[in-house]
């Protein structure tokens, strides 16, 4: 399924309106903010129809996967936005993760649990607040909002002097030798499930390199680090492929148009995520060119000063914290 889908839910006396646009979709929160609500209007409404009381507007058909039969029900599901409300183990399983990215729905995980096989982004990481109540019916009006919109960058003062990457391929490459004259140390954790061991080893000010495109689940346990100290920055563009494809370097028609909707053109069930999608774009769009773009091994041409300039142009908060002008 691709696209970007408003959905709106109403009774007498709540609304919650949001939007999804990825495949998954993951939403947080202490109790009491109306997490299980969402979930239980929508089960009401596929239960009763408008005896419900509840109305939900979307271009596509909402419903509510439970512990009964959720295997059957993924298996039978198309191009549906599936609520999953927390409490629920099966969500934990390395099964439920290989059903749903074969699948053509989208999914909305109620869940404060770390969710280490599925790919979610940082960008779709919610919790719910209320914004407040109108008019003499006094309505409560619920809308989402982004968990980590506002991650430390850099307060000026601390400079990094280590870089650690999810990756331990051509993103390490690039960025191991395009700083190895600005910082002290550059290394990989050969995975994003590391980075919080990488970071807990290491002494110095460090900042961390990493897909945000699926960096969901590590999010948490990061950013608890993070609190405990104030030398830890964190650089998340979708991936270092969607960097290149930013910077100018590759030319493909309609390139613009993907980057700046990408949603309108992943196909979840080919894609687990964006870093996958955009992964593919930039080796379909590089094939018999000066700059074939392989993940294992970078390419020479991406480290010239030329080429480097463009990429730098796109990672304006990573330079800051390293002092690089």
């Known amino acids: 399924m691709r696209g970007s889908y408003d959905i709106v839910i109403n009774s007498r006396r709540l609304q ?48 509510v996967l439970t512990s009964r039969n959720w295997q059957r029900d993924i298996g039978e599901l198309e191009k549906s936005i599936v609520f999953v409300d927390e409490g629920h183990p099966f969500v934990l399983s390395k099964e439920f993760a290989e059903m749903i990215r074969q699948s053509t729905n989208y999914y909305v995980i109620v869940t404060r649990e770390r969710l280490e096989n599925i790919p979610y982004s940082v960008d779709e990481i919610y919790g719910i607040r209320n914004s407040g109540k109108y008019g003499t019916l006094k309505k409560t009006y619920h809308e989402f909002y982004r968990l980590y919109e506002n991650i430390p960058y850099s307060d000026g003062d601390v400079r990094a002097s280590k870089i650690i990457t999810e990756d331990s391929n051509s993103g390490y490459q690039f960025f191991s030798e395009v700083f190895k004259d600005k910082i002290k140390t550059c290394v ?31 999010m948490e346990r990061v950013t608890e680090l993070m609190k405990a100290r104030d ?95």
């Not at 080893?201 to 961390?208: D, K």
């Open 16 to 63: 919650y309106k949001f939007t999804v646009k990825r495949n998954i979709t993951v939403i947080r929160g202490q109790s009491a903010t109306g997490k299980t609500t969402l979930v239980d209007m929508i089960s009401d409404y596929n239960e009763n129809g408008i005896d419900s009381g509840v109305t939900v507007s979307c271009d596509r058909k909402c419903v």
């Open 188 to 218: 990989s954790a050969k995975g994003k499930s590391n980075i919080a061991e990488a970071i807990l080893n290491s002494s110095e000010a460090v900042v961390v390199i990493a897909d945000g495109a699926a960096f969901g689940p590590e």
């Open 231 to 325: 030398d830890v920055y964190l650089y998340l563009p979708e991936s270092f492929e969607w960097l290149i494809l930013q910077s100018g370097l590759v030319e493909r028609e309609g390139l613009s148009e993907m980057l700046a909707r990408p949603y309108d053109y992943v196909d979840s069930e080919k894609f687990f995520s964006w870093e996958q999608f955009f992964t593919e774009v930039l080796k379909d769009s590089t094939i018999g060119t000066l700059y074939q773009y392989s993940k294992r091994k970078l390419a020479p041409v991406y480290l010239h000063e030329g080429s480097t300039a463009k990429i730098f142009v796109q990672m304006k908060p990573l330079l800051n914290i390293l002092g690089v002008g």
